[in-house]
């Protein structure tokens, strides 16, 4: 079974840049969610989607950030523009359902930021 | 306040002995609570998850919930210098339907050969 998908796996911009990130989930996985991972912390969750709807996306700085899940499946996250603060990892997870008890989340590899 | 707090250590214990990592939570309406590990540059795995007060335990891991006293912890057995990564500790309510992780700072293990 193919694990989370992310892409690119780094990426160096100067602050007011904007960029994107890409997400593919485990297929089938109805959740997934965006965390900002800051070092020495540990992930704080940015937004979650049940399928293409958005269920939670209350740490999301919305003047500056966006995220969208077309058809279901795949997820970009985009900053725009940058702030040194966003320098991070940035994390897609998913899950096969969103609620019941130990639903485990299985993360992609990252996307490393430096915000230059 | 954080919700879900976790000492970053580091935590040192020599290998063969039994490594404790210590998790408190605020929300009394956390429900599950999950043990995650990190490797340096690598993304947070699943360890273990616990729902039930008192202990659940697969090989080596044995995590422990008491919901009176907000407490979550995390026994290692046999400690191997494998097992030297970041813990996450994180709680999840069930609330609406779905299920919110907040993840502490994770304490930060190290295994001595």
């Known amino acids: 079974e193919a694990g989370v998908a992310q892409s690119p796996r780094y990426k160096i911009i100067e602050k007011r840049q904007s960029v994107a990130f890409w997400c593919n989930p485990i297929?089938?996985?109805?959740?997934l969610y965006w965390y900002q991972q800051i070092l020495g912390q540990g992930p704080k969750l940015l937004i979650q989607?049940?399928?293409?709807?958005?269920?939670?996306d209350s740490q999301l700085p919305k003047d500056r950030f966006s995220a969208e899940r077309l058809k279901g499946v795949d997820s970009t996250l985009k900053i725009q523009p940058a702030k040194l603060e966003d320098s991070a990892v940035y994390l897609c997870a998913s899950s096969l359902t969103p609620s019941g008890r130990g639903e485990t989340q299985y993360f992609g590899p990252g996307t490393r930021l430096l915000v230059l | 306040q954080k919700e879900v707090e976790q000492n970053s250590g580091p935590l040192s214990v020599p290998e063969g002995a039994i490594a404790s990592l210590n998790c408190t939570y605020s929300d009394r309406g956390s429900q599950s609570f999950f043990w995650y590990r990190q490797y340096s540059g690598k993304s947070p795995e699943l360890i273990m998850f616990?729902?039930?007060?008192g202990d659940k335990e697969d090989g080596r891991f044995t995590a422990q919930l008491n919901k009176a006293s907000q407490y979550v912890s995390l026994l290692i057995r046999d400690s191997q210098p494998s097992d030297s990564a970041t813990y996450l500790c994180?709680?999840?309510?069930?609330?609406?339907?779905?299920?919110?992780?907040?993840f502490g700072t994770g304490t930060k293990l190290q295994v001595i050969p």
């Open positions: 989607f049940q399928n293409n709807g958005v269920v939670d």
């Open positions: 994180a709680g999840a309510p069930n609330s609406g339907g779905y299920q919110k992780v907040t």
């Open positions: 616990i729902y039930s007060n």
């Open positions: 297929s089938g996985h109805a959740t």
